[in-house]
């Protein structure tokens, strides 16, 4: 099991940026996929990106496709989400979680960071 802390989210106008941290611990951080998810208002909860613990291969939603970035630092125990030409539809509760096996079966999630874009 790892224990996740998101942080880094806020009120941005649309067009800008921020950058999100989710730091674990607990066992061996490297050895985990990590995914980032999002959950607006009345809405279920969506996928954002991940990042896989063996190749650092990374996938995004269409919706979100050239505009975040996935990133990790093993060292740190951190995973990160670069968001860029923030959009209002991009307000959300943002959640990052750890998939240990590597099957996009996520067990582990944090408490979620607010997100909130003015248009």
């Known amino acids: 099991q790892v224990q996740l802390v998101e942080s880094g989210g806020g009120l941005v106008q649309a067009g800008g940026s921020l950058r999100l941290s989710c730091a674990a611990s607990?066992?061996?951080?490297?050895?985990?996929?990590m995914g980032w998810f999002r959950q607006a208002p009345g809405k279920e909860r969506e996928f954002v990106a991940t990042?896989?613990?063996?190749?650092?291969?990374?996938y995004y939603a269409d919706s979100v496709k050239g505009r975040f970035t996935i990133s990790r630092d093993n060292a740190k125990y951190t995973v990160y989400l670069q968001m860029n030409s923030l959009k209002p539809e991009d307000t959300a509760i943002y959640y990052c979680?750890?998939?240990?096996?590597?099957?996009?079966?996520?067990?582990?999630w944090g408490q979620g960071t607010q997100v909130t874009v003015s248009s």
């Open positions: 979680a750890a998939d240990p096996s590597g099957t996009y079966y996520y067990t582990d």
């Open positions: 607990g066992r061996t951080f490297s050895n985990y996929s």
């Open positions: 990042i896989d613990a063996r190749d650092g291969n990374t």
